[in-house]
């Protein structure tokens, strides 16, 4: 854009109910009823202007109530508009003001350890570019899928079955023979963490997903592996709070973060060609900055083949949960929100060991909250009431009833009840949760598991709330400094 026009004006009317723009007594709202932040943009070309350089960007905020935006923009003349005129800069050309402390800021943040500079190898999360055939609910969806794929039926006959349509880069009958021809075709159905606290299935093969991702097929399909899934453009979520971090054990779809995608960090890395004696796991680690993680805490790398730690070592799972924590801190999200916006996120380095495994333990319990390890009935904070009427899904409202919490109405009769405020507005990988599974469940009648799955995971999101405070209360910067 800054090479293609002449001047880009925007007015930035803010108003996210995601990330809370009120200040100093002035409550921010948004213009319209919707979740987003709202801007006005003009780009401006001219013809003939012969411009060799950037165009020139003029920015203005404007905070405050629904009604003074729209009384400013009523009373306001677009050339009466103080604008701020920005000065975008390599690498990222950011369109919206440095903050004053940037520079400090900048200096403070660049001392920890980059991310895709710590784990080495990453990937993108795979996509099937058809995922309403490739994915499914359950194991037998699949098999059921591969076995009318390797079936005898005519191709038209299974098209029109299944409501498959060819593309440029695929086709039916190609995508048929290819798994005709695998002897062993079971052996890539896989589950798959396809969003945020929603594991499904797949046939991870190049035949039917178009970008399967060899990577993800070496080290996460079937293997003991954890990854990190982070989004780079933390620019596609807008304004909002920096959210685009997740965990998973299991090959994973590019759109467990939205719009930008994912990409996994593994914790581990497999040479298949190394002696069963020594093992085959290999960390996924930079040992340089490993190096200085073992100066900074007095403890020494265990080896990847460890169950348990030992005394004055720390295990590799230890660092992953040490990242995921520290990018739960609300208090790291808001201070670096302008550095997370279009790249992966720094990590400050733990200053002393007791620091390090506070926060790895903290990152543990989300680990686990995240992957619902250890959530039972006895658990559940909600109520499913027993009512008329199916449990089809064709809505997602929520109801506040001015208590913390309220009601999650999936249709006109039914609903979940006691649903705490902060867990149905919380945001994890850049989605929020509850409303993003009822959305991706639309029509669906839910059956006994979807209900109790629901209700896992509003407990996890309510304990995640907490303890996210709870490392905001902890979280340290550069020279061991509180984050105020």
């Known amino acids: 854009m800054l090479k293609d026009f002449d001047d880009i004006y925007i007015i930035n009317l803010h108003g996210s109910s995601k990330f809370d723009e009120s200040y100093e007594g002035v409550e921010d709202e948004n213009i319209f009823d919707i979740k987003v932040g709202v801007s006005i943009n003009i780009f401006v070309k001219r013809k003939g202007s012969g411009k060799t350089g950037l165009a020139k960007v003029y920015y203005k905020d404007v905070y405050g109530a629904r009604r003074e935006k729209l009384d400013y923009l009523s009373d306001h003349k677009f050339e009466d508009i103080e604008f701020e005129e920005l000065n975008p800069d390599a690498p990222f050309y950011e369109l919206s003001p440095k903050s004053d402390d940037y520079e400090t800021l900048k200096e403070e943040y660049n001392r920890g350890f980059k991310l895709d500079d710590l784990l080495t190898v990453k990937v993108q999360g795979f996509t099937t570019e058809r995922d309403e055939v490739a994915i499914k609910f359950d194991k037998i969806g699949i098999q059921d899928l591969i076995a009318v794929l390797s079936s005898d039926k005519s191709d038209e006959e299974v098209r029109n079955n299944l409501g498959i349509k060819d593309s440029p880069s695929w086709k039916l009958d190609k995508c048929r023979d290819g798994i005709k021809q695998i002897s062993d075709k079971y052996s890539y159905i896989t589950p798959i963490t396809y969003r945020p606290f929603d594991n499904r299935w797949t046939f ?29 453009q933390g620019s596609a979520i807008g304004n909002n709070e920096w959210s685009l971090v997740y965990i998973s054990s299991l090959p994973t779809d590019k759109n467990v973060n939205p719009r930008g995608g994912a990409y996994l960090f593994p914790l581990y890395q497999y040479d298949d060609k190394a002696s069963e004696i020594f093992g085959n796991k290999l960390y996924n680690f930079n040992y340089d900055i490993i190096s200085l993680i073992e100066d900074k805490t007095g403890m020494i790398l265990q080896d990847a083949s460890d169950t348990e730690r030992t005394d004055g070592g720390f295990m590799g799972v230890d660092v992953i949960d040490y990242i995921y924590a520290v990018l739960h ?77 309220g009601k999650v109405w999936i249709n006109n009769t039914k609903y979940f009840d006691k649903v705490p405020n902060r867990a149905w507005n919380l945001f994890v990988s850049g989605y929020q949760p509850l409303d993003k599974w009822l959305k991706d469940r639309n029509g669906k009648k839910l059956n006994g598991d979807d209900i109790r799955h629901f209700q896992k995971i509003v407990v996890a999101l309510d304990k995640t709330s907490a303890i996210m405070d709870e490392i905001d209360s902890y979280i340290l910067f550069a020279n061991n400094n509180s984050i105020d």
């Not at 970008?211 to 080290?219: A, D, T």
């Not at 293997?223 to 780079?232: F, I, S, T, W």
């Open 204 to 232: 991870l093969n190049i035949n039917l997903v178009g970008r399967p991702r060899p990577k993800i097929q070496e080290l996460m399909m079937g293997r003991d592996n954890l990854a990190l899934c982070v989004g780079k």
């Open 329 to 405: 801190s609300h208090k790291y999200r808001k201070r670096y929100h302008q550095f997370l916006q279009n790249d992966f996120p720094i990590i400050p380095y733990p200053e002393s060991s007791e620091y390090f495994f506070l926060m790895a333990d903290y990152g543990k319990r989300l680990r686990e909250l995240h992957q619902l390890i250890g959530i039972s009935q006895n658990d559940f904070i909600t109520q499913y009431p027993v009512s008329d009427g199916e449990d089809v899904v064709t809505k997602r409202v929520y109801e506040d009833t001015d208590t913390g919490l």
